[in-house]
C-alpha cells in the first residue's frame, strides 16, 4: 500500500471547494468563469482560510462546471453546495461554509 506523503491516514479534507476556472475562446456562445476573474478568486480564498488557520479544507481550480452564465461559479463537497461568487455577501457565505459548515441558503446558486 503506498504511504501518504504527508502521514494522514485518513482522508485530508472535511471539505472540498472546485472554482471553475474554464475560458471559453472568443466569440463562443456561452461565458466562461476565468474572464470574470475566477482564478484572481480562488486564490483570494486560499489565502484568506490559510490566514485564518482554518485547515482540512481544499481549495483548487475546476474545469468548466457548466454554469458560467452565473460565474465565476463554485461547488462546496460533500454537501454538493453550489455559490455563485458575485458580491462579497457570497463570497462571505463561501468562506463562512467552508471555515464551519454553515450553508447560508440564500447565498448559494439556485438555477432557473
Not at 23 to 28: L, P, T, V
Not at 50 to 66: A, F, H, N, T
Request: net charge neutral; proline share 5%.
Amino acid at each position: 500500500m503506498t504511504r501518504d506523503p504527508k502521514g494522514r491516514t485518513v482522508p485530508g479534507f472535511d471539505r472540498h471547494a472546485f472554482v471553475c476556472g474554464h475560458e471559453r475562446s472568443a466569440g463562443a456562445a456561452r461565458p466562461s468563469c476565468f474572464p470574470k476573474g475566477s482564478l484572481e478568486l480562488m486564490k483570494a480564498l486560499k489565502r484568506t482560510l490559510k490566514e485564518q488557520g482554518v485547515e482540512r479544507v481544499r481549495v483548487q481550480k475546476s474545469g468548466c462546471l457548466d454554469h458560467c452564465e452565473y460565474g465565476p461559479t463554485c461547488v462546496v463537497y460533500p454537501e454538493g453546495t453550489w455559490y455563485s461568487l458575485t458580491d462579497e455577501a457570497t463570497i462571505e457565505a463561501l468562506l463562512n461554509h467552508l471555515k464551519n459548515g454553515e450553508i447560508d441558503q440564500s447565498a448559494t446558486l439556485e438555477m432557473d
